[in-house]
């Protein structure tokens, strides 16, 4: 999570700045990591696999 913050926060200033060097779908991908994440967290929770 903490990666995908970082990510996030460096994303911020480049549109601060009119930069832009990735696509709206791009976007609507990145925007499913963090739940993604979130999923995996949960089951590994309750599984117990290690």
Do not use: C, Q
Request: charged content about 20%.
């Amino acid at each position: 999570m903490s990666g995908v913050h970082g990510y996030y926060s460096k994303a911020i200033k480049d549109f601060a700045v009119d930069k832009r060097t990735t696509s709206a779908r791009h976007w609507r991908m990145i925007n499913e990591v963090p739940t993604v994440l979130m999923i995996i967290a949960v089951i590994m929770v309750i599984v117990k696999p290690f």
